[in-house]
């Protein structure tokens, strides 16, 4: 479970931040930004209890963040198992 966002963040980035989505900070913070930009690039974000968000737009200069988890509830194939060699 997360729980808990930052209440005094700090810095010039803490700082901007508190102007665009005010002074308590989500427990799950995302920037906005998909790489590659392609129509099925996308975050999924599940089950994380009562855990606030927001996505603060870094990618379109901040004009539109949003605190609307629900274009994030989604899921993706799982990864590839990765195997370790032993030494």
Same mark, same amino acid.
Not at 63 to 87: E, Y
């Given at each position: 479970m997360i729980t808990g966002g930052g209440n005094a963040p700090g810095g010039r980035?803490?700082?901007d931040l508190q102007s665009v989505l005010g002074k308590t900070m989500p427990a799950i913070l995302?920037?906005?930004v998909l790489r590659p930009k392609s129509a099925d690039a996308k975050i999924c974000i599940q089950n994380n209890g009562e855990a606030t968000f927001a996505n603060y737009d870094a990618a379109?200069?901040?004009?539109?963040?949003?605190?609307?988890?629900? $274009?994030?509830?989604?899921?993706?194939? $799982?990864?590839?198992?990765?195997?370790?060699?032993?030494?």
């Open positions: 980035i803490g700082h995302y920037d906005g379109n200069g901040f004009k539109h963040p949003s605190r609307d988890l629900k $274009p994030h509830d989604c899921s993706l194939p $799982p990864l590839p198992a990765v195997a370790l060699n032993s030494m």
